[in-house]
T-cell receptor, first 115, second 114 residues
Framework: GENVEQHPSTLSVQEGDSAVIKCTYSDSASNYFPWYKQELGKRPQLIIDIRSNVGEKKDQRIAVTLNKTAKHFSLHITETQPEDSAVYFCAASAYSGAGSYQLTFGKGTKLSVIP | DSGVTQTPKHLITATGQRVTLRCSPRSGDLSVYWYQQSLDQGLQFLIQYYNGEERAKGNILERFSAQQFPDLHSELNLSSLELGDSALYFC?????????????FGPGTRLTVT
């Protein structure tokens, strides 16, 4: 099955700096790569996603890049703010049979933005 | 608010007991997914249902089972509970079974086994 590795597990940045989180996946058939943000005790919320036919996608201060050949994708947050502090999860969607797809998540990155 | 509801919010029970977690998907969503999140762990996929049928199974223990009812709500049953089952249990829903569709997460049920 699909395996998703996420690095780093923790990341501290100064307010205003950029943060980069990287993920690799194993199943070359995976075609959908969402990123979720989870604040303490809350539900994961989708912040950005990218499909396999696109190399980069940007939404204000957040961008995601995908390299299908190398099977890795990254989340970039620019001009970080204290409210960006949370755990971020990457995921990859792979076919799981019977016409269904399954999201496999990375183990998460705890981002701390220091004011 | 994602539109996905889960009850109860918190559940405290003893080892060996059985509990049922409930999830109602967003209006119009046919797929329901269950995930387990232990302390400092990522989201472990348990099982998926689509329009009442089981579609995919992940790392779900034999002591755990789930079903999706005709009104599309789903229940996750956990039996013979062990201390290690303490976790946050999320359900998520999506419109279909496609791999390129967003999954919307509910607020979760925090299960504590004592």
């Amino acid at each position: 099955g699909e395996n998703v590795e996420q690095h780093p597990s923790t990341l501290s940045v100064q307010e205003g700096d950029s943060a980069v989180i990287k993920c690799t996946y194993s199943d070359s058939a995976s075609n959908y790569f969402p990123w979720y943000k989870q604040e303490l005790g809350k539900r994961p919320q989708l912040i950005i996603d990218i499909r396999s036919n696109v190399g980069e996608k940007k939404d204000q201060r957040i961008a995601v890049t995908l390299n299908k050949t190398a099977k890795h994708f990254s989340l970039h947050i620019t001009e970080t703010q204290p409210e960006d502090s949370a755990v971020y999860f990457c995921a990859a969607s792979a076919y799981s049979g019977a016409g269904s797809y399954q999201l496999t998540f990375g183990k998460g990155t705890k981002l701390s933005v220091i004011p | 608010d994602s539109g996905v509801t889960q009850t109860p919010k918190h559940l405290i029970t003893a080892t060996g007991q059985r509990v049922t977690l409930r999830c109602s998907p967003r209006s119009g969503d046919l797929s329901v997914y269950w995930y387990q999140q232990s302390l400092d762990q990522g989201l472990q996929f348990l099982i998926q249902y689509y329009n009442g049928e089981e579609r995919a199974k992940g790392n779900i223990l034999e002591r755990f089972s789930a079903q999706q009812f005709p009104d599309l709500h789903s229940e996750l049953n956990l039996s013979s509970l062990e201390l290690g089952d303490s976790a946050l249990y999320f359900c998520a829903s999506s419109e279909g079974t496609s791999g390129s569709g967003e999954q919307y997460f509910g607020p979760g049920t925090r299960l504590t086994v004592t």
